[in-house]
């Protein structure tokens, strides 16, 4: 990861060379390129908020989960809906956060997000202790912590070019998906533990804390983050006009528009699958909850490792070469989660995790890294915004798509069609 960044992007088809200097000075924040990251006050203040973050939203994840089907007795559907919900708002919220992000004061909206997600997911617990949790508050928990998540996923992506040199964006996101797995590790692990001892309901308020702390690392950042990166005369133009200028460079690119169709794809298949993946693991297999949660960690061991590999992998084959390769993967190891009714459960789906956290790591990093080099910065947050909607706005259909026909079929007939679709989808990169 520490070979320089234009090593990687020489084997990065279609990609533009970095940013011109005059771009680099309008860069707020950057450190000298040679300064090792972690050392960058702003750069470290970010991975902590990343371990903070995925610390609380896996054990969210989990909490809901189990809540919905084990204490609330929501069959496929309802499992599948709660799961849908939770990436809805992204599908259709992240264009427009995009055009807020652009023109906001980005320290103050990112605290204000992680403020209001602690409100909304400490509404569980409280209303599981004056007996009056239903579903109904479920899904509009989701909802609007899935909006959250959403708005803050597309604010930090513009961030980050304005806190490093563009030429460290690469190592940069790798550092930052290393950070985020630390979370992911802890989190199932964490969450499962904590439902055995007291409850789905009361592992929220250790999501709550979590996200209490990524707020206040968020507030650490720089005050410059607070200057709106799009200004004068710009910022007066339509909202059209300014979700279309943020379109044109996805359209532009054509690395971009494969990589979006590709994943579209992919996570209309995967989709179907993680909406019945908890319902299938503790119903049809039988796991315990700390197995369930021994499942959720091997995917962030198995990213940590990616994070490790991603660019010696990518500087031997080459990075494109490595990402059609990667994707493929991802896709056969989604056949693993059916094929664990055919034996032990457990060994099955952790090969799964495992399998699918190392692929699919090469593909998320390059992707973002891509996204990032060729925007301007004045465009960051409208172009996320854009690539979240295209990315994530098939998960929600694939997850209730997947829940209806697996109420009809079954789960195993539907998580195996779900990975057939993400198999295609993935091959797609392969075409000329």
């Not at 969210?60 to 189990?66: P, V």
């Not at 055919?342 to 060994?347: S, T």
């Not at 004045?378 to 172009?383: T, Y």
């Not at 098939?394 to 195993?412: E, F, K, Q, R």
């Amino acid at each position: 990861m520490a070979r320089p960044l234009h090593r990687h992007l020489s084997r990065m088809e279609q990609l533009p060379g970095p940013p011109s200097p005059s771009a680099r000075t309008r860069t707020a924040g950057t450190d000298r390129p040679g300064r090792a990251l972690l050392r960058h006050r702003p750069f470290a203040l970010l991975c902590g908020e990343q371990i903070a973050s995925s610390l609380g939203r896996q054990v969210t994840t989990l909490a809901l989960a189990l809540l919905a089907v084990t204490r609330l007795e929501a069959g496929p559907f309802g499992a599948s809906a709660l799961m849908a919900l939770s990436y809805l708002p992204g599908a259709l919220l992240s264009p427009f956060a995009g055009v807020l992000v652009d023109r906001a004061r980005l320290r103050s909206l990112t605290v204000l997000l992680t403020v209001l997600q602690v409100l909304v997911v400490g509404s569980v617990p409280l209303a599981a202790a004056l007996g009056r949790l239903g579903l109904p508050q479920l899904y509009g928990v989701a909802t609007v912590s899935g909006a959250l998540t959403s708005m803050l996923a597309v604010a930090l992506q513009a961030a980050l070019p304005r806190v490093v040199h563009p030429e460290q964006l690469l190592s940069a996101n790798s550092a930052l998906t290393g950070a985020r797995t630390t979370g992911q590790i802890g989190g199932p692990a964490l969450g499962g533990v904590l439902v055995g001892l007291t409850g789905p309901s009361t592992a929220l308020l250790a999501a709550c804390v979590a996200y209490g702390i990524e707020s206040l690392l968020l507030l650490a950042l720089p005050a410059t983050l607070n200057t709106p990166a799009q200004q004068g005369s710009r910022r007066s133009e339509s909202r059209t006009a300014a979700l279309r200028a943020g379109l044109e460079v996805v359209r532009g690119e054509r690395l971009l528009r494969r990589q979006v169709l590709a994943g579209a794809g992919f996570n209309l298949g995967s989709g179907a699958a993680d909406a019945l993946f908890v319902l299938y693991a503790t119903r049809d297999l039988g796991l315990p909850a700390w197995q369930l949660g021994t499942v959720y960690a091997a995917f962030s061991v198995a990213t940590v490792l990616g994070v490790l590999l991603a660019g010696r992998f990518a500087a031997t084959i080459g990075l494109a070469r490595a990402t059609r390769i990667c994707a493929v993967v991802a896709a056969l190891a989604i056949f693993l989660i059916p094929g664990a009714s055919l034996g032990p459960g457990f060994p099955a789906l952790l090969a799964y995790q495992f399998l699918f956290g190392l692929a699919a790591t090469v593909w998320a990093i390059s992707m973002t890294t891509t996204q990032q080099l060729v925007t301007p910065p004045e465009l960051q947050g409208r172009v996320a915004g854009v690539l979240q909607a295209a990315l994530i706005g098939t998960v929600p259909v694939g997850a209730l798509g997947g829940g209806a026909l697996a109420a009809w079929l079954g789960n195993v007939p539907v998580l195996t069609g779900g990975a057939t679709v993400a198999l295609v989808a993935a091959a797609c990169l392969w075409l000329p």
